[in-house]
């Protein structure tokens, strides 16, 4: 029973020896470690933000030319079907002159034949 009281007493010792009040010094050495770390997370939240207000702009830049580029296409298509609506009367009235001239060389070919048979 002896043993077991000393062990027991001398546990307790150890323990109460281990256990350690931090000095003012390390608590304060342990707070300005956590305010650093709290002082390099807001830098990153910082950066992250510049970042982020960066890509906007690029992306606002990026989508403003894109409308410039629509409102062009626009534009060329408009020109392109109004160039295709001219080819077509173009090629229309040339059908017509080539009828007009094929029925006038027929003409032409049948009062040859009149005269030349006479």
Not at 8 to 22: D, E, G, N, W, Y
Not at 91 to 100: E, F, G, M
Not at 101 to 107: N, W
Request: charged share 25%; with cysteine; proline share 1%.
């Amino acid at each position: 029973m002896f043993i077991k009281y000393t062990v027991m007493a001398l546990s307790l010792i150890s323990i109460v020896a281990c256990t350690h009040v931090p000095s003012t010094g390390e608590k304060m050495i342990a707070h300005s470690e956590s305010t650093k770390q709290l002082g390099d997370e807001w830098r990153k939240g910082e950066k992250s933000v510049a970042n982020a207000a960066k890509i906007n702009k690029n992306g606002d830049k990026l989508i403003a030319n894109g409308h410039k580029n629509i409102d062009k296409g626009n534009k060329l298509v408009a020109k392109g079907e109004q160039q295709l609506s001219s080819g077509k009367l173009f090629i229309k009235q040339a059908k017509n002159q080539t009828q007009v001239g094929r029925a006038l060389q027929t003409k032409s070919e049948e009062k040859f034949e009149e005269k030349i048979s006479q």
